[in-house]
């Protein structure tokens, strides 16, 4: 089912040095006329192959597997057994890529033949040596275990000789594959992606392959092993589990990205961005050592790999204990540059960014870093210009800087923040959607805490731009331009009174009708306010169909009983306004006031009371002048 890597008998004659006992080693390039007369490689008539030396790899990769699994049940001598264990592993990883069927010998081709048996000769050799430190590590094994070692400082000198010993061997297979060529674009042959419905060791294999082209292959093998790998982590997320559990594959990652090969770079900052966008593997990352890489990518990679850089470093800033990770390594300081030279950068760069430096606001010592390295005024500047995605995120950097810190809040309307944003909602300006919706916000969370503030936008403009949108805008930014102009109202009261003089009220009442109970609600609570205002109530009680339609609708029967505290309001503030007290008086929906009043709510029976008392002196002044 599975293609393996190229035989190793099919290499170049290359050297391997695999220390066993005694400290012998075996020479690979050592030739057949080295060899004494008598050696049977010397023979014309060459054997058939066996299969020993696959049953004996076979057998050494069973062997490591089993002592990897026993070494975590050992309790003593931890540190060294978790070295041990990772020799061991990487020893595997090699044993299992040369694992394939020796090849038939050509008697027709004495050279390949002489070649073939000498390449047979020098892996049963290596293996055989390595058998032996393998047997070593087995019987240190079950001693830690059943703690049967004369003293610690003996036993610590054994490991630390049995380390040595791995660290030869891996460095010995390694050599095969370096120096012999093993892994190149043009002898190696691919192992099949797993297909649907695979098991999880055939996934694990898999990606084990990709790790050791990635660790040991030449920069062709390198490319296409990382592009496999993101095709399969973006194609299932298993995969990226399996990524991550494999710890050393992220920390190749994390060093790949400083490559300097575009491509290479390219494809680690993908595969890394992929996996930033689990939450459960972010500290995985953290731990491998990406941000210092990243940064790096942003300071000198391809666009690309930059793309994939700043998203990461997003995701992973998104838990403020990274904050200090990132500006350890410089980060802020490159961040702020991107952004002050957006005008040399590539715009898709500029946005991201500012949405990093978000991230970092809550930590105070970088956001007062960043105040001091002109971060509000850049912001300003790219809001000025016409890069949607850098509007976005300079404007939602800009509130976050200013949440809750009226200096700062300050000193962005200072620097000419809150024209910027003013302009990009004038319906005369030709900006998207997107970038109308985030400068309202913006205005919002910077503008409507103070009257000086709001006095400001009125001075812009600002309040006969959103009510062109409420009137003639479509449906998405009709919406934002209600509910901006619903938390205006409730400013200040000189914003009422300007709001009411140039026609709010009759748009509010439009949304008393809406179909979305939020859209009814919140209109009916803006009127509610507008007419505390006596010079707005007077207005409204112009219009008969205004009053007519609130009495309508607090009619339980209409389903309108949520909105009832707000046009109860509406109707307890006209009630104090004689032209109005009496047109609510003869209307023909009075007695939905009364039936409320009836049921007990407290404003509707002010309203009655008001209309009653009202009455009563109509009646008193007929009376008087009869």
């Given at each position: 089912?599975?293609?393996?890597?190229?035989?190793?008998?099919?290499?170049?004659?290359?050297?391997?040095?695999?220390?066993?006992?005694?400290?012998?080693?075996?020479?690979?390039?050592?030739?057949?006329?080295?060899?004494?007369?008598?050696?049977?490689e010397n023979s014309r008539n060459y054997p058939s192959p066996s299969t020993t030396?696959?049953?004996?790899?076979?057998?050494?990769?069973?062997?490591?597997?089993?002592?990897?699994?026993?070494?975590?049940?050992?309790?003593?001598?931890?540190?060294?057994?978790?070295?041990?264990?990772?020799?061991?592993?990487?020893?595997?990883?090699?044993?299992?890529?040369?694992?394939?069927?020796?090849?038939?010998?050509?008697?027709?081709?004495?050279?390949?033949?002489?070649?073939?048996?000498h390449q047979h000769k020098c892996l049963s050799e290596a293996v055989a040596a390595?058998?032996?430190?393998?047997?070593?590590?087995?019987?240190?094994?079950?001693?830690?275990?059943?703690?049967?070692?004369?003293?610690?400082?003996?036993?610590?000198?054994?490991?630390?000789?049995?380390?040595?010993?791995?660290?030869?061997?891996?460095?010995?297979?390694?050599?095969?594959?370096?120096?012999?060529?093993?892994?190149?674009?043009?002898?190696?042959?691919?192992?099949?992606?797993?297909?649907?419905?695979?098991?999880?060791?055939?996934?694990?294999?898999?990606?084990?392959?990709?790790?050791?082209?990635?660790?040991?292959?030449?920069?062709?093998?390198?490319?296409?092993?990382?592009?496999?790998?993101?095709?399969?982590?973006?194609?299932?997320?298993?995969?990226?589990?399996?990524?991550?559990?494999?710890?050393?594959?992220?920390?190749?990652?994390?060093?790949?990205?400083?490559?300097?090969?575009?491509?290479?770079?390219?494809?680690?900052?993908?595969?890394?961005?992929?996996?930033?966008?689990?939450?459960?593997?972010?500290?995985?990352?953290?731990?491998?050592?990406?941000?210092?890489?990243?940064?790096?990518?942003?300071?000198?990679?391809?666009?690309?790999?930059?793309?994939?850089?700043?998203?990461?470093?997003?995701?992973?800033?998104?838990?403020?204990?990274?904050?200090?990770?990132?500006?350890?390594?410089?980060?802020?300081?490159?961040l702020l540059n991107l952004c002050s030279n957006y005008e040399q950068v590539d715009?898709?760069?500029?946005?991201?960014?500012?949405?990093?430096?978000?991230?970092?606001?809550?930590?105070?010592?970088?956001?007062?870093?960043?105040?001091?390295?002109?971060?509000?005024?850049?912001?300003?500047?790219?809001?000025?210009?016409?890069?949607?995605?850098?509007?976005?995120?300079?404007?939602?950097?800009?509130?976050?800087?200013?949440?809750?810190?009226?200096?700062?809040?300050?000193?962005?309307?200072?620097?000419?923040?809150?024209?910027?944003?003013?302009?990009?909602?004038?319906?005369?300006?030709?900006?998207?959607?997107?970038?109308?919706?985030?400068?309202?916000?913006?205005?919002?969370?910077?503008?409507?805490?103070?009257?000086?503030?709001?006095?400001?936008?009125?001075?812009?403009?600002?309040?006969?731009?959103?009510?062109?949108?409420?009137?003639?805008?479509?449906?998405?930014?009709?919406?934002?331009?209600?509910?901006?102009?619903?938390?205006?109202?409730?400013?200040?009261?000189?914003?009422?009174?300007?709001?009411?003089?140039?026609?709010?009220?009759?748009?509010?009442?439009?949304?008393?009708?809406?179909?979305?109970?939020?859209?009814?609600?919140?209109?009916?609570?803006?009127?509610?306010?507008?007419?505390?205002?006596?010079?707005?109530?007077?207005?409204?009680?112009?219009?008969?169909?205004?009053?007519?339609?609130?009495?309508?609708?607090?009619?339980?029967?209409?389903?309108?009983?949520?909105?009832?505290?707000?046009?109860?309001?509406?109707?307890?503030?006209?009630?104090?306004?004689?032209?109005?007290?009496?047109?609510?008086?003869?209307?023909?929906?009075?007695?939905?006031?009364?039936?409320?009043?009836?049921?007990?709510?407290?404003?509707?029976?002010?309203?009655?009371?008001?209309?009653?008392?009202?009455?009563?002196?109509?009646?008193?002044?007929?009376?008087?002048?009869?």
């Amino acid at each position: 089912m599975r293609k393996r890597l190229p035989k190793l008998n099919e290499l170049q004659p290359c050297k391997i040095e695999v220390e066993e006992e005694g400290s012998k080693r075996f020479d690979c390039r050592r030739g057949p006329r080295e060899q004494k007369s008598n050696d049977p490689e010397n023979s014309r008539n060459y054997p058939s192959p066996s299969t020993t030396g696959e049953d004996d790899i076979r057998r050494l990769i069973d062997d490591i597997e089993s002592i990897v699994t026993l070494s975590h049940t050992i309790r003593v001598f931890t540190i060294k057994w978790q070295l041990i264990r990772k020799k061991l592993e990487e020893l595997s990883m090699f044993l299992v890529a040369a694992e394939t069927p020796l090849p038939r010998y050509n008697h027709n081709d004495n050279n390949v033949n002489t070649q073939n048996l000498h390449q047979h000769k020098c892996l049963s050799e290596a293996v055989a040596a390595i058998s032996g430190t393998v047997r070593v590590c087995r019987d240190l094994a079950n001693r830690c275990i059943n703690v049967s070692y004369s003293g610690k400082l003996l036993m610590q000198s054994e490991l630390d000789r049995v380390i040595s010993k791995l660290d030869f061997a891996v460095k010995g297979v390694t050599d095969i594959y370096n120096s012999s060529g093993v892994v190149t674009g043009d002898l190696a042959l691919v192992v099949l992606k797993p297909g649907l419905g695979s098991g999880r060791e055939d996934m694990r294999f898999y990606v084990k392959d990709l790790w050791t082209r990635l660790k040991i292959g030449d920069t062709q093998m390198k490319r296409q092993a990382l592009v496999s790998l993101n095709e399969v982590i973006t194609e299932d997320e298993k995969y990226v589990k399996i990524v991550v559990e494999m710890g050393d594959l992220v920390i190749l990652l994390a060093n790949c990205l400083d490559s300097n090969d575009c491509c290479i770079q390219e494809q680690c900052a993908f595969a890394i961005a992929v996996v930033s966008g689990f939450d459960s593997y972010k500290g995985v990352l953290i731990v491998s050592g990406v941000i210092g890489p990243l940064i790096r990518v942003l300071e000198k990679g391809s666009l690309k790999a930059k793309e994939s850089a700043i998203r990461c470093l997003e995701k992973l800033t998104e838990n403020g204990d990274n904050a200090w990770a990132l500006s350890a390594h410089g980060g802020v300081t490159v961040l702020l540059n991107l952004c002050s030279n957006y005008e040399q950068v590539d715009v898709e760069l500029i946005g991201p960014a500012c949405w990093v430096l978000r991230n970092l606001v809550g930590v105070e010592e970088i956001k007062r870093f960043m105040i001091e390295g002109d971060a509000i005024s850049v912001c300003v500047r790219i809001i000025k210009g016409r890069d949607e995605l850098g509007q976005i995120g300079a404007a939602e950097f800009l509130q976050s800087m200013a949440s809750g810190d009226e200096n700062v809040r300050q000193l962005v309307i200072k620097e000419g923040g809150a024209r910027a944003l003013a302009r990009i909602v004038d319906p005369k300006s030709n900006y998207s959607f997107k970038s109308r919706e985030s400068a309202l916000k913006a205005i919002e969370n910077l503008c409507y805490l103070s009257v000086e503030s709001v006095n400001m936008l009125i001075g812009y403009g600002f309040m006969d731009q959103i009510l062109y949108f409420l009137r003639k805008g479509d449906t998405s930014i009709q919406e934002l331009a209600f509910k901006s102009a619903c938390r205006l109202c409730g400013t200040s009261e000189d914003a009422r009174k300007s709001m009411g003089d140039i026609g709010f009220m009759a748009e509010f009442v439009k949304f008393l009708e809406a179909k979305s109970y939020e859209i009814r609600e919140m209109a009916a609570e803006a009127l509610s306010i507008m007419v505390l205002v006596p010079k707005n109530r007077k207005k409204f009680a112009n219009d008969d169909h205004n009053i007519g339609l609130i009495l309508q609708l607090v009619d339980p029967k209409e389903g309108n009983s949520g909105n009832f505290k707000f046009l109860l309001s509406i109707i307890l503030s006209l009630s104090s306004c004689n032209h109005a007290r009496r047109k609510i008086a003869h209307s023909g929906y009075v007695k939905n006031i009364e039936n409320l009043a009836d049921a007990g709510v407290s404003d509707a029976k002010k309203i009655v009371r008001k209309l009653s008392a009202n009455r009563f002196r109509n009646m008193l002044n007929g009376i008087w002048h009869s």
